[in-house]
Every structure is written in structure tokens, then in C-alpha cells.
């Protein structure tokens, strides 16, 4: 018989937050290195309509006394299990509800509104496998946690929820049709990353697109190409074999009639540099060469982009030219009709064309890794990027787990977009208070992501401090690590009223480039009053004018991001009638309505391209 979802839906209420069940710490297997460039790859989308069913408690993962049952007694069991009829089950995804995948389930079903627990995802499909080829299971994204079977066997446990993650299924997959079960939790956790305190919708689920990729039994699997720090003429870069098999690899740029063969070690590693002088990405011609790597067995092609991004004092410079970084910040929500997050090309296209707009060549994707095709429509369009992880507000800093997840978050975000050229800023943390343990952990998170990747400027979004009852300055110990003083500032918003704005003088004593990560106001498209009331358009309007001129006279600024581009979902915003669980510091509606701030912010974009 069918379980009808509106017998969940008070279960799905009382589960917001403190409700969800903490599974015990389990060993299930990580994911494997992340393959690269995915989409260019022999790959089968698994997308569409998935079986789902809710289990608030984990009865299917855990039996009464807390501990990680096996496959045969789990959901994970094979199909034909449950359809015995002398067997006692209490399930059946065949009779289930469905679920869009990709997609969240809060804003697929009013019963899953407010729900944070674990949803079982299955999704039948017919393969036929090749003797000679390997295969994937990749997941785009799926918050917050997820265990995956295949075909009756689980293959393993991955932690985060915006970056990607793969599991080999190779001898997994069979002929004919096959079986794909995914628990995904998407429970709050104060030890985890983000921790169980945020100002966003927790949207739970697969919530991009899923995949089978087939590759040779030796395959290229990562490889970074761009050019080499502080060079204009020289191409460097390595590449990642994995397999048995280490025959040799040519990467070739055919319009910069470059063609090398490397051969790689016995780990499958190898870099090289190339003598080169492409024509450089910039803003105003987002330049891309298409770029090939090959070995006998295994062919993957890439559009890649040239260009150096670095500063020099309070100057930020893209190919050594000044620039001023005319941007806003964004939260991958669909930009029409009733929220949820945003997945598709299609989608990302919408917001980053009213960014455009607006005059912006620059987006803060905020506060997590957006999707992979986000990130390259930007680039395509000549929209510089600032990428985070949501290391956000307070964590667990004394944590190794804690620690541990957000480096494998950074990792991860770095892997897959390291060879984007819009890409200019690696952030780790957003709003984190001062102290020694939150320093330690930050400045381990900067030498890794520098680690990872030299030839990109690093940040945080910090937070402003007076040194004077009119004085404003930045006073984070974290500013000697950080290539910006980037922080976020709401003064005339939680920080006074915005005539506030007209009485502030700013200092800085460390000689960098200072970028405002955030400012704004709340307001509801449509409503109006004086300049004086809260939430009106009119409010807002006047606060933006207030702190543009302020900005005109702030000493070292490169770089605004106003909070935020389209108003978003979050629980924690609650008055009736004017919030209603929506963030409304948009500058445009979440119905895609423009506000008067927004015309302000593009006239004054307008007046800094023609300086710049």
C-alpha cells in the first residue's frame, strides 16, 4: 500500500533542526579522486525522476540500537528482496513517491518544506558495459550527506554539500538494468561545514546532476594548464593518469600551434611548459583556446582561458592593467517563481545576465562552490569569479574532523575549477570571529588553497571594526595572510540608519587592496513610504546613494559585491507580510522584479567602466 506523504507532514515540522537524528560515525569508503571536466567525457545522465522515500528515523540504515546495518537488511538491498512474499519488508520504492533529480526536495513537496532527516533516492536504469572500459558514478553536488549503493552493494559515504564526488563502479554495473540508492541527509550539524547556524535555505537532496562516466582502463583524470605565475609566454602546467597503463600524453592548442608530448612517472604524473604568447582573457574579450590532451587510449578536450591576476599595493591587476572589481554577490537560487536551487545552465544564464546588466564584470558566488556550468558561463561572458567554501560564521575550530572536511571542501572546489580563468579569488571563510583558534585554522586553510593553486589571490570575507566613534577599519589578524582586505559592512542597515553612512571615515594600515564583500538593505519589490522607513524601495535606494559616496572617498578600494543580487530564501528571516522566509536584500525580486537600488548600483557601475 502507498504511504501518503501528508502523514509526514508533521514529522517533516518537528524535524527542523533539533529534530534530525545524528547517525553514528561510520566507515563506509570515500569517494575517489575527483575526475575533472566531466561533461566533455563519454558520460550517461541519470537525471530525471527518481523514487524517493522519507525515514526520519534512518530505519532503513540503522538498526533499533544505533548501529550501521548491512546491505541486505538496509534500503540498500536488492529490489527482488522486498518482493517475496513469505519475506517481512516495509518498503517499496516501486510505489513510491518521485523526485526531480537534479533538484531540492524542500521546494518540490510542501511536506518537505521544513524537513532536515534522511530521503532514500533510487533510480532504475538499463547499462551495457564494455569489457574494456571503466565506470563512475559521479555526483555533481548533494547536501548533506550521502551514502550510495549500487545494484544491492554500498559504495560508499561522502560529507559536504556543494562540491562533486565519484565513485568507481567498474564490475558493479551490469547488463541490463541496474539499481542507483542514495540516502542523503541533509541534517544541520554544529561540527560540520557549514555548521547548523546559517543565513540560507538548507535545500536537501541530489541537487545537481548525476552521472555514469566511462573511461579506458588508463585515463586522464586531472591536469592544470595555465600560464605560469607572472609569465605572459610561457604555458605550464601537469596532468594526473589513472590506470596501469603510463604511455605518453600530448597536449596540443591548435590555434597556438602547440603540440608536446610528455611521458609520466610511474604515480601517472607529469608537468610541462610550453614557450607560448596566446591573445589573454580578459573582461572585454573572454578569450578561450581549446585545448586537447591524448595518450593512445583516452582523448579529453577543454576551452581554456590565459590570463594573470595579482596586486600590487591596494591595486588589483588582471594581465597588469588596474582594474575595479564591479560585482555583486549571489546565492544559487533560481531566479523566478517559488525558490529552490539553481541547477542549470539555463538558470545561472538568467542571474548572471541581469549581473551584466547591472555593469557587473565581477560575481561573488556565495557562500559555497556554485555548480560547474555557473562557473563556465561566467567565464564565457567575461565575469570574473570569487569562489568560497561555507566555512561560515562559528565552527568547531579545535575540531580535526571539523578542520579535515573543510580542507577536503577546498580541495575538492579547487580540483574542479583550477584551470578557469575567471576564477581570480579563492576564499575559505565568510563572517568568522576573531581568536587564536579561528586564526590557526584559517591560516592552514590559506597555505593549502596556495598549495593547491599559486596563481590565484586569496581571501576572506572578514568583518569591519572602529578604531573611533567615526572611524572604520579592519582590525582581523587574518589581514596578514589574505592577499584583500575583504570584508562585509552594513552600516545604515544592522549598523545604524543610513544617514549614517555620511559621517564615516575609514583607515587601513596594512597596504592592500580593500574590496567590500557586503553591504545593503532590505526591501520588498513594490513597496514604498519614505526614505525614512525600513523595507521600503525608497529606504534602500537612499542607503545605496549613501554608500556609493561614501565609497567614492574610502581609501584603497578595488572591488564591491553589495549583498545580494536576487532575494533568496532563509528561516531565520521571519516578519510576516514583508520577509516571509526571504532574505529581501536583493536587488532584484525573487519573481526577477528589479528594485530602484538596483538602477543606482548600475549607474554607478556605468561611471567606474569608464575610469577603469
Excluded at 101 to 119: A, F, I, R
Excluded at 196 to 203: A, F, R, S, V
Excluded at 298 to 309: C, E, V
Amino acid at each position: 500500500m502507498k504511504t501518503k506523504f501528508t502523514l509526514f507532514a508533521f514529522c517533516a515540522m518537528l524535524s527542523a533542526g533539533v529534530m534530525s537524528q545524528t547517525i553514528k560515525s561510520v566507515t563506509e569508503p570515500l569517494p575517489g579522486p575527483q575526475i575533472i571536466n566531466v561533461y566533455a567525457r563519454n558520460h550517461t545522465l541519470l537525471n530525471g525522476q527518481w523514487s524517493m522515500l522519507i525515514d526520519q528515523y534512518d530505519v532503513g540504515y540503522m538498526d533499533y540500537r544505533g548501529n550501521v546495518i548491512n546491505e541486505r537488511g538496509s534500503f540498500f538491498a536488492d529490489d527482488g528482496f522486498s518482493k517475496h512474499p513469505d519475506r517481512l519488508t516495509e518498503y517499496d520504492f516501486d510505489t513510491a513517491d518521485r523526485l526531480e533529480v537534479p533538484g531540492d526536495w524542500n521546494t518540490q513537496m510542501p511536506e518537505l518544506y521544513y524537513y532536515e532527516g534522511s530521503v532514500w533516492y533510487r533510480k532504475l536504469f538499463p547499462f551495457n558495459p564494455q569489457q574494456d572500459k571503466r565506470y563512475f558514478i559521479y555526483f555533481a553536488a548533494a547536501n548533506y550527506e550521502a551514502v550510495a549503493g549500487l545494484n544491492g552493494k554500498k559504495i560508499g559515504r561522502h560529507i559536504g554539500g556543494y562540491t562533486p564526488f565519484n565513485f568507481e563502479v567498474t564490475g558493479g554495473i551490469k547488463q541490463g538494468e541496474n539499481s542507483v540508492i542514495v540516502k542523503v541527509n541533509n541534517a544541520r550539524r554544529p561540527e560540520g561545514i557549514p555548521t547548523n547556524h546559517c543565513d540560507w535555505w538548507n535545500y536537501g537532496g541530489l541537487t545537481r546532476d548525476v552521472m555514469i562516466i566511462e573511461t579506458p582502463s588508463t585515463f586522464i583524470r586531472d591536469y592544470k594548464i595555465q600560464l605560469a605565475k607572472g609569465s605572459y609566454n610561457q604555458i605550464a602546467g601537469w596532468l594526473q593518469l589513472d590506470g596501469p597503463d603510463k604511455s605518453p600524453v600530448t597536449i596540443s592548442i591548435p590555434e597556438l600551434k602547440i603540440k608536446q608530448t610528455v611521458t609520466p612517472d610511474a604515480d601517472g604524473y607529469a608537468q610541462f611548459t610550453v614557450k607560448a604568447k596566446p591573445k589573454l582573457w580578459d573582461c572585454d574579450n573572454p578569450k578561450l583556446y581549446n585545448v586537447i590532451l591524448a595518450t593512445d587510449k583516452d582523448t579529453i578536450s577543454d576551452r581554456i582561458g590565459f590570463r594573470q591576476i595579482e596586486t600590487d599595493g591596494s591595486k588589483i591587476l588582471l594581465n597588469g592593467k588596474n582594474i575595479f572589481c564591479r560585482g555583486v554577490s549571489i546565492h544559487e537560487e533560481k531566479p523566478y517563481g517559488m525558490g529552490g536551487r539553481a541547477f542549470s545552465r539555463e538558470q545561472d544564464m538568467v542571474l548572471l545576465e541581469w549581473a551584466k546588466e547591472m555593469e557587473c564584470n565581477f560575481v561573488r558566488l556565495a557562500h559555497y562552490p556554485h555548480n560547474e556550468q555557473m562557473v563556465r558561463a561566467a567565464e564565457e561572458m567575461g565575469i570574473l569569479v570569487w569562489s568560497e567554501i561555507p566555512v561560515y560564521w562559528t565552527i568547531h575550530w579545535t575540531d580535526p574532523e571539523t578542520y579535515a572536511n573543510a580542507e577536503q571542501q577546498l580541495e575538492d572546489m579547487i580540483t574542479r575549477d583550477k584551470n578557469r580563468a575567471n576564477v581570480v579569488v579563492w576564499s575559505v571563510s565568510n563572517e568568522t570571529p576573531r581568536g587564536a583558534e579561528r586564526l590557526s585554522f584559517l591560516k592552514k586553510l590559506i597555505a593549502k588553497a596556495r598549495q593547491l593553486d599559486d596563481t590565484r589571490l586569496v581571501s576572506s570575507a572578514m568583518e569591519k571594526e572602529y578604531s573611533g566613534p567615526s572611524t572604520v577599519t579592519i582590525l582581523d589578524e587574518l589581514a596578514e595572510y589574505v592577499d584583500l582586505l575583504s570584508f562585509n559592512e552594513y552600516i545604515g542597515w544592522y549598523d545604524g540608519n543610513s544617514d549614517k553612512c555620511d559621517r564615516m571615515t575609514w583607515e587601513f594600515s596594512v597596504d592592500k587592496p580593500v574590496f567590500i564583500s557586503e553591504f545593503g538593505a532590505g526591501a520588498v519589490y513594490g513597496m514604498h513610504g519614505d526614505v525614512s522607513e525600513r523595507f521600503t524601495e525608497e529606504y534602500m535606494a537612499d542607503l545605496y546613494k549613501r554608500q556609493i559616496n561614501m565609497f567614492e572617498n574610502m581609501p584603497q578600494l578595488a572591488g564591491t559585491t553589495p549583498w545580494v543580487l536576487k532575494d533568496f530564501r532563509s528561516p531565520r528571516r521571519q516578519l510576516h507580510g514583508i520577509q516571509g522566509n526571504y532574505n529581501r536584500k536583493g536587488l532584484i525580486s525573487d519573481q526577477g522584479q528589479k528594485k530602484q537600488a538596483f538602477y543606482i548600483m548600475q549607474e554607478w557601475y556605468s561611471a567606474l567602466k569608464s575610469r577603469y
